[in-house]
């Protein structure tokens, strides 16, 4: 299966700074998730960009993806403290559909207060 | 909210042993996963369930057997547990299998370590 990869791996910014992270993958999907994971928790679904859109918003979260690129990236505005965690990019392949979601190897980000 | 409880947040057993790692989810989801996740290889599907009784493996089953008698609870058995089989493993459930637009939620994981 196909594997989503993030880039950036490690990003260490101060509070009420922006973070970015994007992410790549190889063939052709449904949609792109991306999940925060706190230290030693499980993971938590943040937001979810279709095949057909563009752009998305959640909050302070900013999601875009091209798919002509195979590319989408996170955007966190105005970064806090609690938002220090790893952050994964899945996408659900065209195929497999959302039971075979494909994780990237997650990029973690430290907000320094 | 979704709740996906994981019966233990850490378990230690070993090698040799068969290990039981239990899942209940709360919200009559059809569908449930089970994954591991280690560092520097991310999350890796073992085995699914989409319906009671049925399951489907993921990218790395062998070891590994999964058992669903009820539509909450999804199993997970280490037949003869083995030290590589030391890792964090993560439970997850979604509601609809014809819907591929929904998120998966998850439970808090369970670290087990195989001595």
């Known amino acids: 299966s196909q594997q989503g990869e993030e880039d950036p791996q490690a990003l260490s910014i101060q509070e009420g700074e922006n973070a970015t992270m994007n992410c790549s993958y190889k063939?052709?999907?449904?949609?792109l998730q991306w999940y925060r994971q706190n230290s030693g928790r499980g993971l938590v679904h943040l937001i979810l960009?279709?095949?057909?859109?563009r752009e998305k918003h959640s909050g302070r979260l900013r999601v875009t993806l091209d798919t002509s690129k195979k590319s989408s990236s996170l955007l966190i505005t105005a970064s806090r403290a609690a938002d220090t965690a790893s952050y994964f990019c899945a996408t659900a392949d065209v195929y497999y559909g959302n039971n075979r979601l494909a994780f990237g190897k997650g990029n973690q980000v430290v907000v320094i207060p | 909210d979704v709740k996906v409880t994981q019966s233990s947040r850490y378990l230690v057993k070993r090698t040799g042993e068969k290990v039981f790692l239990e899942c209940v989810q709360d919200?009559?989801?059809?569908?449930m996963f089970w994954y591991r996740q280690d560092p520097g290889l991310g999350l890796r599907l073992i085995y699914f369930?989409?319906?009671?009784?049925?399951?489907e493996k993921g990218d790395i089953p062998e070891g590994y057997s999964v058992s669903r008698e009820k539509k909450e609870r999804f199993s997970l058995i280490l037949e003869s547990a083995s030290t590589n089989q030391t890792s964090m493993y993560l439970c997850?459930?979604?509601?609809?299998?014809?819907?591929?637009?929904?998120?998966?939620?998850f439970g808090d994981g369970t670290r087990l370590s195989i001595l």
């Open positions: 369930s989409y319906d009671v009784k049925m399951k």
């Open positions: 997850a459930s979604r509601q609809d299998r014809a819907d591929s637009n929904q998120p998966q939620h």
């Open positions: 063939t052709s999907i449904n949609n």
């Open positions: 919200m009559d989801h059809e569908n």
């Open positions: 960009i279709r095949s057909n859109e």
